[in-house]
C-alpha cells in the first residue's frame, strides 16, 4: 500500500509490517491501543519513554516480558541512532515521531533507513494534535491492518473533542487566565507552554493561555515578573512520576496522595503564592506525556473541567482514561494523572 503521513510524504509498504523500529518508544503506546501485542511487532525501539517514564515500562514488561530483549537503536533523541544495530534488525518498517523528522539528523535517519529498504512513516501526536491524533490512529490501523480498532478510537477521540467544542461555542465567556507551567521547580520560574501541542487544549477547552503572543508556539521561559503581572486564574503543573525533572510528581504509578503532596509544595514558591489561582485554590496538575501520545484526549477533558466548571461538571477524565482501559489497550494505564488542590478535582 501507498499511505501519506504526517510530514506529507507518500511511502509504499511492500507487505505488512511484522518488524518495527520505534523512533520514540511513546508511539508504543499508540500501538498498544489498536493492537492486542504490540511488542511482538518490534524489531527495535528508542529508550526515551522507559527513561522517562520506567513505570510504563514496567507495565508493558509485566503483560509482555519479551519487551525485556527488544534491541535499543537510540535515547530517542535520533543523533544517537546507531546505524551498526538497525543494519543487524531487519526491520520492515520505521515509525518516527513528527519531532524527530523535523531536523537535520532526524532527516539523516530518514535518507539511511530509505536507502537500506526500509520505509519510514512519520507520525504527529503533539505539534498539532487536535487535528492529526485520530488521522495518526487510522493511519497506522491501515498500516497494521487493524482498520476496525483504529477507527473506533479515532471516533471516540472525536466524539469527545465535539462535545467540548461545541459547549464552548454555545457559551464562549468567561475565558479564564492560565499558566501552564511544565515541570515546576522551586528555585526557578516558569516554562510555559505555547499554544501549540498541548496548549492548543487550553483554548479549545474555553481558556486564555497567558503565553499567547508572548511565546513561541511550543512555549518558553517566562519571567516572575511576567507571571506575577499576568496575574492567572487558574495554574496547571505538568510532570512527570517521582519528581525526575520537577519536585512535582504526577503519571503512570504515582498514588494520588504523593500528587497532591508534590503539587500543594510546588506552589508554595514564592512566585506563585500571590497570584490569583492559587489564592483562589485553581490549582491543578497533570501529567507532561499527554503531549506525546494519543491518550490527550483525556487532558482536553481535564483542562475543560478546571477551565470552565459552570459547562463541564459532568465531565469526568478519569473515567474516560477508565474507558479507554476497557475498550483499547493492551497495557491499562495505572496511577495518578490528573489532581487538584481544589474542589473540582474530578475523582
Not at 503483560?63 to 527488544?70: E, G, L, N, Q
Not at 496548549?199 to 503565553?211: D, S
Amino acid at each position: 500500500m501507498t499511505v501519506k503521513d504526517a510530514a506529507g510524504r507518500e511511502v509504499t509498504i511492500s507487505a505488512p509490517p511484522k518488524a518495527i523500529l520505534l523512533g520514540s518508544g511513546f508511539n508504543l503506546v499508540a500501538l498498544s491501543l489498536i493492537h492486542p501485542d504490540p511488542v511482538s511487532l518490534l524489531a527495535g525501539w528508542s529508550g526515551d519513554m522507559k527513561g522517562a517514564n520506567p513505570e510504563i515500562y514496567e507495565s508493558f514488561r509485566q503483560k509482555f516480558p519479551a519487551i525485556s530483549d527488544v534491541p535499543l537503536i537510540d535515547d530517542g533523541t535520533i543523533p544517537g541512532l546507531s546505524y551498526e544495530t538497525v543494519l543487524t534488525l531487519k526491520a520492515d518498517l520505521a515509525i518516527l515521531a513528527n519531532w524527530q523528522a523535523d531536523n537535520e539528523p532526524g532527516q539523516r535517519a530518514i535518507d539511511y533507513l530509505t536507502s537500506t529498504g526500509v520505509p519510514v512513516i512519520v507520525v504527529d501526536f503533539n505539534s498539532d494534535p487536535l487535528k492529526t491524533t485520530p488521522d495518526m490512529m487510522r493511519l497506522l490501523g491501515r498500516i497494521l491492518e487493524r482498520d476496525e480498532q483504529a477507527e473506533a478510537f479515532a471516533r471516540f477521540y472525536e466524539d469527545k473533542l465535539a462535545l467540548i467544542r461545541s459547549r464552548v461555542a454555545a457559551k464562549p465567556e468567561p475565558r479564564p487566565s492560565v499558566l501552564m507551567d511544565a515541570f515546576p521547580k522551586p528555585d526557578q520560574c516558569c516554562w510555559a507552554y505555547g499554544v501549540g501541542g498541548l496548549g492548543e487544549f487550553l483554548t479549545i477547552a474555553g481558556g486564555r493561555n497567558i503565553a499567547e503572543g508572548a511565546l513561541p508556539r511550543p512555549g518558553g521561559t517566562v519571567s516572575a515578573e511576567a507571571v506575577i503581572a499576568a496575574n492567572p486564574d487558574v495554574y496547571i503543573a505538568t510532570s512527570s512520576p517521582g519528581g525526575t525533572y520537577s519536585s512535582f510528581s504526577i503519571g503512570p504509578g504515582v498514588a494520588r496522595d504523593e500528587a497532591e503532596q508534590t503539587l500543594a509544595a510546588a506552589v508554595k514558591a514564592p512566585v506563585l503564592t500571590g497570584i490569583a489561582a492559587v489564592e483562589s485554590g485553581r490549582v491543578h496538575g497533570i501529567w507532561n506525556f499527554f503531549n506525546a501520545i494519543p491518550l490527550n484526549i483525556v487532558a482536553a477533558e481535564a483542562f475543560a473541567h478546571w477551565l470552565r466548571p459552570d459547562i463541564f461538571a459532568d465531565l469526568d477524565p478519569e473515567k474516560s482514561l477508565a474507558e479507554i482501559n476497557e475498550r483499547f489497550a493492551a497495557v491499562p494505564f495505572e496511577g495518578t494523572y490528573t489532581v487538584s488542590l481544589g474542589a473540582d478535582t474530578p475523582r
